[in-house]
């Protein structure tokens, strides 16, 4: 499966835009970047996911990279309820009767909020 | 509320024991996928049901097994426990089965195996 970098751990202040940021140099023309944060003692919960174009929804927005070798998320106003670990996945294409297209969780970087 | 529901949320078990692990996926969802969340292994896919039948495998132990019924309900089932067994485990659901819409988690069950 396709790797993504991602560092361990970043701080934010509270009501300041935070960037996440995501390395996938090994990243094919079919693989969608998909992004999850895991809250405490919660499980994943999905964010945002694009292919080629920069994406926003009311969680985040997605700024994908010309050559896709990176992307980085962007929350625009942290809240103290946005710690949490996120999780930058490359979503191989799935096969039918294969194993491909399941997410491949890696160890994330975990966000501190501060107040 | 995700709309994913597991039972039990807590279950404590001893070594060489067999349980039985429940998901409800979100209403309208055909796919069920297990992952385990273990401190030193992260979170790792287990296996996928579509509709009732497999579709794909990850990670899962021999002694590990899971179904998925008619109503879409599935069931994990962990036989012959060791310690290591411990972790978290994760159902999660979506629409078809290729999840490309992304996928919905419940809150987990808590497994410690003693």
């Known amino acids: 499966d396709a790797k993504t970098t991602q560092p361990n751990s970043m701080e934010s202040n509270e009501e300041e835009p935070v960037h996440l940021p995501c390395n996938h140099s090994t990243i094919s023309g079919t693989d969608y970047i998909h992004w999850y944060r895991q809250l405490p003692s919660q499980g994943p919960e999905y964010v945002i996911h694009g292919l080629t174009s920069n994406v926003n929804n009311r969680m985040a927005s997605l700024a994908i990279a010309e050559d896709r070798k990176s992307s980085t998320l962007i929350l625009h106003r942290a809240t103290l309820r946005d710690a949490a670990v996120y999780y930058c996945i490359l979503r191989v294409p799935p096969n039918y009767g294969g194993s491909q297209g399941n997410l491949i969780f890696g160890k994330g970087t975990k966000l501190s909020v501060k107040p | 509320d995700s709309g994913v529901t597991q039972t039990p949320k807590h279950l404590i078990t001893a070594t060489g024991q067999r349980v039985t692990l429940r998901c409800s996926p979100r209403s309208g969802d055909l796919s069920v996928y297990w992952y385990q969340q273990s401190l030193d292994q992260g979170l790792q896919f287990l296996i996928q049901?579509?509709?009732?039948?497999?579709?794909a495998k990850g990670n899962i132990l021999e002694r590990f097994s899971a179904q998925q019924f008619p109503d879409l309900h599935s069931e994990l089932n962990l036989s012959s426990l060791e310690l290591g067994d411990s972790a978290l485990y994760f159902c999660a659901s979506s629409v078809g089965w290729t999840g490309e819409y992304g996928y919905t988690f419940g809150s987990g069950t808590r497994l410690t195996v003693v």
């Open positions: 049901y579509y509709n009732g039948e497999e579709r």
